[in-house]
């Protein structure tokens, strides 16, 4: 068979018709979408540039986010949850009580008070009924502990003291004869024997607090009642209320007064004669004998003996 120029030419014309059916369509369509680029670009990086200009255009057309502010604490957008609210605590209830002082002042005998030896005196309380029971005259003062100062160790009431109203309560104390300080303490005892007091809980006492100091001697004066013309020689006695101690003095004939020092304290006084077998005394009206006072650089006047008898006086308590 001759093979001739024309048959050649036909079998070349084939070959290419079939390798350009085999190529892709990217390579003929490549120089119309991209008319500057040269026809020999890389497959791989036309892909990728295809896949880069995609993520910018879906990045250039999402939506803009606007920032947030700083934190701040008046950046926090309001809220409708209602804030907490504070849960008011109970009211706390007033405490009260039936019987229950309330402690004014010191009226007489302020805290300190200096006396002298033996001496009798009077401490008086201003008291306020701070309770809500009405105070009667069975209600009592009374010694709860401390230096006794004498034998009173109760005293009634004067009166009704109703709630809010004050009242003085006094009692009798005779100091000690020995030096030093001394305190006493006191409250109120209503008629079912329970004591009480001032303070938060109605159980503190109120005391009377005196010292007891040395002190110089005093100075007694006296006359003598003598049932004569003129006394006979006596022995005048002093004797201390409080410890007993007797102090004695010679008194010459015809003197029908004295003038003696004691120490500072309470006595009783009496006069003897010897020969005579009888007594005069320092007396009240029904012919007790009855306490003085001597204090340290005062005169006491007045201390008469009289009222003679062959019999011993009796004293007061």
């Given at each position: 068979m001759k093979i001739t120029t024309n048959s050649i030419l036909i079998v070349f014309g084939l070959i290419a018709l079939v390798m350009v059916a085999c190529l892709p369509i990217a390579v003929f369509a490549a120089p119309l979408l991209q008319y500057e680029q040269p026809v020999s670009v890389d497959n791989v990086a036309t892909v990728q540039a295809m896949v880069t200009q995609t993520i910018v255009a879906m990045t250039?057309?999402?939506?803009?986010?606007?920032?947030?502010?700083?934190?701040?604490?008046?950046?926090?957008?309001?809220?409708?949850?209602?804030?907490?609210?504070?849960?008011?605590?109970?009211?706390?209830?007033?405490?009260?009580?039936?019987?229950?002082?309330?402690?004014?002042?010191?009226?007489?005998?302020?805290?300190?008070?200096?006396?002298?030896?033996?001496?009798?005196?009077?401490?008086?309380?201003?008291?306020?009924?701070?309770?809500?029971?009405?105070?009667?005259?069975?209600?009592?003062?009374?010694?709860?502990?401390?230096?006794?100062?004498?034998?009173?160790?109760?005293?009634?009431?004067?009166?009704?003291?109703?709630?809010?109203?004050?009242?003085?309560?006094?009692?009798?104390?005779?100091?000690?004869?020995?030096?030093?300080?001394?305190?006493?303490?006191?409250?109120?005892?209503?008629?079912?024997?329970?004591?009480?007091?001032?303070?938060?809980?109605?159980?503190?006492?109120?005391?009377?607090?005196?010292?007891?100091?040395?002190?110089?001697?005093?100075?007694v004066m006296g006359n003598f009642s003598y049932p004569s013309e003129f006394n006979p020689p006596l022995t005048l006695y002093f004797e201390n209320a409080v410890t007993g101690e007797i102090i004695q003095f010679s008194i010459p004939e015809r003197n029908p007064s004295y003038s003696v020092l004691l120490p500072t304290g309470t006595y009783y006084a009496y006069a003897s004669v010897p020969n005579y077998n009888l007594q005069g005394a320092y007396v009240n009206d029904s012919l007790i004998m009855k306490k003085f006072v001597v204090k340290g650089g005062q005169t006491t006047t007045g201390i008469n003996i009289t009222d003679w008898s062959p019999n011993p006086h009796s004293r007061e308590d």
């Open positions: 250039q057309n999402a939506p803009t986010q606007t920032p947030l502010p700083p934190a701040t604490a008046t950046s926090i957008p309001p809220t409708n949850t209602p804030l907490p609210t504070n849960t008011p605590l109970p009211t706390a209830t007033a405490v009260s009580y039936c019987d229950w002082v309330s402690f004014i002042k010191d009226v007489s005998i302020p805290d300190g008070t200096k006396l002298t030896a033996g001496e009798t005196f009077t401490k008086t309380w201003r008291l306020k009924n701070r309770g809500t029971c009405t105070w009667t005259p069975d209600y009592m003062l009374v010694f709860v502990s401390g230096d006794p100062m004498g034998g009173t160790t109760a005293v009634r009431l004067p009166g009704n003291v109703s709630p809010g109203q004050t009242v003085d309560v006094s009692v009798t104390l005779t100091a000690p004869a020995k030096r030093g300080h001394y305190t006493g303490y006191w409250m109120l005892r209503n008629p079912s024997g329970v004591m009480f007091g001032y303070g938060d809980n109605a159980n503190k006492a109120f005391f009377v607090d005196i010292r007891m100091e040395d002190l110089p001697h005093g100075t």
